[in-house]
């Protein structure tokens, strides 16, 4: 059974533009939850989407975003990038809630906001 | 609220010896899950084991042990007879059932260097 997958792997961008990152959910799994790693602040829940609808939301501005499609593929937006939006931003999913069954992350996007 | 402790920044070991790696855990709730997971260098992370908060029975799987303790809050990661490979970042995560917003906090991680 294939993994998850995201795209790109690597992304460079500019302070201002925007970005979407791309996940595909291991087949049969229908959460799907975004996670950015930094250094300094870690781990930290972006937010969570289940048969199309965001459950929850992490604290994150506005500028982050995301939305998944019928075939539980997800996507998640950043607008007007920040210098501190840099970071390994992880994809994981997850059967059903997160809670009740263990997440299979994918290898990340590298976002550099220059 | 929920949080969850890695007091240990980065460990080093000589290969084949013993190490435990601690995580505390903070919730209200009665139900909750703990999660190992581990972060090589290449970035993805690997689930290692789930435990329910009604299940304290201790766990092995092959070089690696989880010691789960209710009283003490806290479910410590053994890896037994280290390798090179073992080398990674190791994150203990929270689940509380009864949260609405269901989501997972990580602590910070232990960095683990197995030294051949």
């Known amino acids: 059974k294939a993994g998850v997958t995201q795209t790109p792997r690597y992304l460079i961008k500019t302070r201002g533009q925007q970005v979407t990152l791309s996940c595909s959910p291991i087949s049969g799994h229908r959460s799907v939850s975004w996670y950015q790693q930094t250094p300094g602040q870690g781990l930290q829940f972006l937010f969570e989407?289940?048969?199309?609808?965001?459950?929850n939301k992490g604290n994150f501005p506005g500028r982050f975003s995301g939305r998944q499609f019928s075939n539980s593929r997800s996507e998640m937006n950043v607008s007007t990038l920040e210098l501190g939006d840099s970071a390994l931003y992880l994809c994981?999913?997850?059967?059903?809630?997160?809670?009740?069954?263990?997440?299979?992350f994918g290898p990340g996007t590298r976002l550099t906001v220059t | 609220a929920q949080k969850v402790t890695q007091a240990q920044t980065e460990i080093s070991v000589v290969e084949k010896e013993d190490v435990t790696l601690d995580c505390v855990y903070e919730?209200?709730?009665?139900?909750?899950?703990l999660f190992w997971y581990k972060q090589p260098p290449s970035g993805e992370l690997v689930f290692l084991i789930r435990?329910?908060?009604?299940?304290?029975q201790n766990e092995i799987s092959g070089r690696y042990s989880w010691n789960f303790q209710k009283s003490t809050s806290s479910f410590n990661f053994t890896i037994t007879a280290s390798q090179v490979v073992d080398s990674a970042v190791y994150f203990c995560?929270?689940?509380?059932?009864?949260?609405?917003?269901?989501?997972?906090?990580f602590g910070k991680g232990t960095r683990l260097h197995i030294l051949p």
């Open positions: 994981a999913s997850s059967l059903a809630s997160t809670g009740l069954y263990e997440q299979y």
């Open positions: 995560a929270l689940s509380e059932a009864e949260n609405r917003d269901d989501k997972i906090i």
């Open positions: 435990r329910n908060s009604f299940d304290e």
């Open positions: 919730t209200r709730d009665t139900t909750y899950y």
């Open positions: 989407y289940f048969s199309e609808t965001q459950r």
